[in-house]
């Protein structure tokens, strides 16, 4: 273990807790932070302020505005977020002498690629969202000494709604599962993406990585095999395009993250045990 005090910012989101758990069972300390405690809207002064008590080595930044389409409403608030509250706090952490961790998204590509994104690939954001999260990039990059800047995509796990948690519970309720066959991108079990965040910031080689589990997919197609694994019927399953689903933000149309620098498990693996936890949480409710 090459580091003991480690902060979360974002403690609360999905990744945000199952980070804050795997850490603390591999011996880490770690220092949990909400919008409560450590809120990316107040200054880089006030930022520092509450992280010095902490001594961190390594602050992780998952915090974020995640909503695609609220941003397209709210453009300035998901600016404010993810470009200046990373800003600030990548700054914050840096003058503390900590590592800043930085966790962004497949959605800084514009999906015109016909093949998996190298983390070498130069952005292009086409949706506010996406384009907030690679400013975040940039001033991280271009601003900090020691940093990682972790892609990842499609996230699904067991504390926060996503769209694995969705189609199983409205496959258990008999409701629509409306799921664009051209969206194709790589799901990835936080479970899975815990561990590799664990062998970034160990691996002292600063710079941009992704972090996905293996096996490009389209959301219909993973509608019907989440169904199909779980053993529930795939009858409600419609496929559909994109366009018809008539959203505010613009979606890649293709995502797909190459993680060279990582050893990572296919999806269906993570799907396997975030299985378990979501049973488990059906019958402990």
């Not at 664990?198 to 972090?211: K, L, P």
Request: net charge negative; charged share 15%; proline share 5%.
């Amino acid at each position: 273990m090459a580091f003991k005090n480690i902060v979360v910012v974002g403690a609360s989101g999905m990744l945000g807790q199952a980070l804050t758990g795997y850490l603390r069972a591999k011996g880490y300390t770690v220092f949990p932070t909400t919008s409560e405690t450590l809120n990316l809207l107040v200054t880089e002064d006030e930022m520092k302020e509450k992280l010095e008590p902490f001594q961190p080595e390594v602050v992780i930044q998952c915090a974020a505005f995640t909503n695609v389409d609220g941003a397209e409403r709210d453009p300035d608030l998901a600016m404010a977020i993810n470009k200046d509250g990373t800003h600030k706090l990548g700054l914050a952490s840096q003058s503390l002498g900590a590592i800043f961790a930085y966790i962004s998204t497949d959605y800084v590509f514009d999906g015109l690629k016909n093949e998996p994104y190298l983390p070498t690939d130069r952005p292009n954001p086409i949706n506010t969202y996406g384009l907030s999260k690679y400013y975040g990039e940039l001033l991280t990059s271009e601003q900090l000494e020691a940093y990682y800047i972790i892609r990842t995509s499609w996230l699904f796990g067991i504390h926060r709604n996503n769209f694995v948690q969705w189609v199983l519970d409205q496959a258990r309720s008999g409701g629509t599962i409306k799921a664009a066959e051209d969206w194709i991108g790589t799901p990835t079990w936080t479970g899975n993406l815990v561990v590799a965040i664990e062998n970034i910031i160990n691996s002292g080689v600063y710079g941009t990585y992704h972090a996905a589990d293996s096996g490009a997919i389209s959301r219909y197609q993973q509608a019907l095999q989440v169904c199909h694994m779980a053993g529930l019927p795939t009858d409600n399953i419609i496929r559909v395009n994109s366009a018809d689903l008539a959203l505010p933000a613009n979606r890649p149309k293709q995502s797909p993250l190459a993680c060279p620098d990582l050893a990572v498990p296919s999806w269906e693996t993570g799907f396997q045990a975030y299985l378990l936890q979501y049973q488990h949480q059906l019958t402990a409710s």
